[in-house]
């Protein structure tokens, strides 16, 4: 059974930067592709960034190319998402989930994901 556990969500005006974290804990973490997904209020869940086992492979949502990278540390066992210019629809809530799956933009396909992070921009 893997844990994760976002950190690094907040306020933020727009056109800032901020990084999230998330750390696994529980199993083997290089057997996972990792996932970045977010959920604003009244809509659907949808993907932001993913990244194969290996670090070797990164996938992102046309809205966040060119802003939002996604990276992974197996020395910590932990993903981030370092996000730039931010804008005030990047908005919402933000999951990291964990699959074994490589690079996926499917929410269904993750079979582990964190309480989520709160990521607000003001305008």
């Known amino acids: 059974q893997v844990q994760l556990v976002e950190s690094g969500g907040g306020l933020v005006q727009a056109g800032g930067s901020l990084r999230l974290s998330c750390a696994a804990s529980?199993?083997?973490?290089?057997?996972?592709?990792m996932g970045w997904f977010r959920q604003a209020p009244g809509k659907e869940r949808e993907f932001v960034a993913a990244?194969?086992?290996?670090?070797?492979?990164?996938y992102y949502a046309d809205s966040v190319k060119g802003r939002f990278t996604i990276a992974r540390d197996g020395a910590k066992n932990t993903v981030y998402l370092q996000m730039n210019s931010l804008k005030p629809e990047d908005t919402a809530v933000y999951y990291c989930?964990?699959?074994?799956?490589?690079?996926?933009?499917?929410?269904?396909?993750?079979?582990?994901w964190g309480q989520g992070t709160q990521v607000t921009v003001s305008s």
């Open positions: 990244i194969t086992r290996s670090g070797g492979g990164t």
């Open positions: 989930a964990a699959g074994l799956v490589a690079g996926s933009t499917v929410p269904g396909r993750y079979d582990y």
């Open positions: 529980g199993g083997t973490f290089s057997r996972y592709g």
